[in-house]
């Protein structure tokens, strides 16, 4: 787990520190190696997105054997400038070098780096940092952020991880660097939620699966003897809320991550949909079909009475809760095609926001509360963003068949699922609000319906 240890760190990094509070992680998957080459921006024009970034090797004092997969503090230092490069990377604004064609610092550099040999090799930051043994089987983790050209020192903070943990290391680095170049909120110390799905087309197994937000660190929640669907994390990251259908019995499921065990909230003989957390995690949205009428309601977390908030003709689904828990965003046919919607907490002020032509589905409140992503339907399904009063659409993707966004927790990627045409698989993608920076997220199966979860604790 992610510990502070602040006499030891602050001696090390002479900086203020960050203590951090994890739970253990299953063994990583490899870090993908980083593109050579120094340049900037891919996406605006922003004069903080032209930065080229160079990020070595961490250093050791000493290269020992290690409890993780990475191998010793030699080449778990290799590891994480590695991680840290291909977030920095993947995220759409910045392109920067990583280890394997940067020179390795030596360990007393790390605090002290030779600031003209970067400035050669057209760095305009530095980011350079440290592993060496810590209490235990436990490593410390120190990462700096410079720029080169003023000679100064910008951030720095430092960890001790578990072995299991190092790849947090590497995410609390890359959040730390991002946002202070960036000014934006970090969120690459987050987890992913999303269906597996494998199988015929006709004949689906979807389980429950977890991922850190770069792919790695990929396990199974659930075994696939129950249709798994629509899953979203907890506000404090201890449970995901899911829907379950076996033998086609619809159940509202809480799983606990901590104990690796859930209980039933909510079983019934209609049909249950999309159930979703308010952000303070005391109430639980979801829609129920009763004699061919939806609608929208709410209960409490722990178990109760269920409040009906919607009662039109028609079907309500899909709410989702403003990050101050006062309105809540769904979607709704009573107009005669799916559209959004948006109302008060309670059920009331029901209005429809979307005029813009098609149809407009599965819409989700950015945690930032400035606009709503939902799937447009035009023929094709295409990944949109508006404000919350319904203004301002604008496309952030064009295929085939994009649907299901979920908002990375600073509000600035989007994750959603694409189904390929024919064939019917599906696999996850990111998409940034420039709409320019789209990538595919591997996964081991086919996935669809992802959940971003929030900043971990």
Same mark, same amino acid.
């Given at each position: ?42 996406? %605006? ?42 977030? @920095? ?7 920067? =070098? ?11 550099? =790390? ?9 050669? +090799? ?7 940092? #440290? ?43 890359? %959040? ?14 987050? +987890? ?6 494998? !199988? ?18 990929? +396990? ?13 994390? *907890? ?40 159930? +979703? ?25 722990? !178990?109760?009475?269920?409040?009906? @908030? ?8 899909? !709410? ?5 828990? *006062? ?5 709704? %046919? ?20 979307? #005029? ?13 509360? %400035? ?87």
């Amino acid at each position: 787990m992610i510990r502070s240890s602040l006499t030891v760190l602050a001696l090390l990094l002479g900086s203020p520190l960050v203590a951090q509070q994890s739970t253990p992680m299953p063994q990583p998957t490899q870090a993908v190696p980083a593109e050579e080459g120094l340049s900037g921006s891919v996406s %605006d024009e922003s004069d903080w997105q032209d930065l080229g970034i160079a990020i070595p090797a961490f250093a050791t004092n000493a290269d020992v054997p290690t409890a993780t997969s990475a191998g010793s503090t030699g080449a778990l230092g290799y590891s994480l400038a590695q991680v840290i490069t291909a977030n @920095l990377k993947n995220n759409g604004l910045f392109k920067p =070098v990583g280890p394997d064609s940067l020179p390795r610092p030596a360990f007393e550099e =790390v605090r002290t780096p030779s600031f003209d040999t970067w400035s050669g +090799r057209s760095a305009e930051m530095l980011v350079q940092g #440290f592993v060496r043994p810590g209490d235990g089987d436990q490593l410390l983790v120190g990462c700096y952020l410079y720029d080169v050209a003023l000679k100064q020192q910008l951030a720095s903070a430092a960890w001790q991880v578990a072995p299991g943990d190092w790849r947090r290391a590497a995410h609390k680095c890359s %959040d730390m660097v991002y946002a202070r170049l960036s000014g934006e909120n970090p969120f690459f110390d987050s +987890r992913i939620a999303y269906i597996a799905e494998t !199988g015929p087309k006709d004949r689906r197994m979807k389980r429950l699966a977890i991922m850190d937000s770069d792919g790695a660190n990929h +396990r199974y929640l659930t075994t696939g003897q129950a249709t798994a669907l629509t899953p979203r994390y *907890s506000p404090d990251y201890k449970s995901i809320l899911y829907l379950s259908y076996f033998n086609g019995q619809p159940r509202i499921y809480i799983y606990d991550l901590e104990r690796n065990t859930q209980r039933l909230l909510l079983q019934s003989p209609n049909p249950l949909f999309a159930p +979703r957390s308010s952000p303070d995690g005391k109430w639980v949205l979801y829609s129920m079909a009763i004699a061919g009428n939806t609608d929208i309601y709410k209960m409490p977390a722990a !178990g109760g009475a269920s409040v009906r @908030l919607t009662d039109t003709p028609g079907i309500d689904i899909g !709410g989702s809760f403003s990050p101050d828990g *006062s309105r809540i965003v769904f979607e709704s %046919d009573r107009s005669g095609s799916q559209q959004v919607y948006v109302m008060n907490a309670d059920g009331s002020g029901q209005k429809r926001i979307s #005029f813009f032509g098609g149809r407009a589905a599965t819409p989700e409140w950015s945690p930032r509360g %400035d606009q709503i992503a939902f799937t447009h339907i035009t023929g094709n399904f295409r990944i949109g963003v508006m404000d919350p009063a319904g203004q301002e659409m604008r496309y952030l993707t064009d295929s085939w068949q994009d649907e299901a966004p979920t908002w990375a927790p600073n509000g600035r990627i989007i994750q959603f699922f694409r189904t390929a045409r024919g064939s019917g698989k599906a696999s996850l993608w990111q998409v940034d609000l420039t709409g320019r920076n789209e990538r595919r997220l591997a996964t081991p199966v086919d996935g669809s319906d992802p959940a971003w979860g929030p900043l971990r604790p």
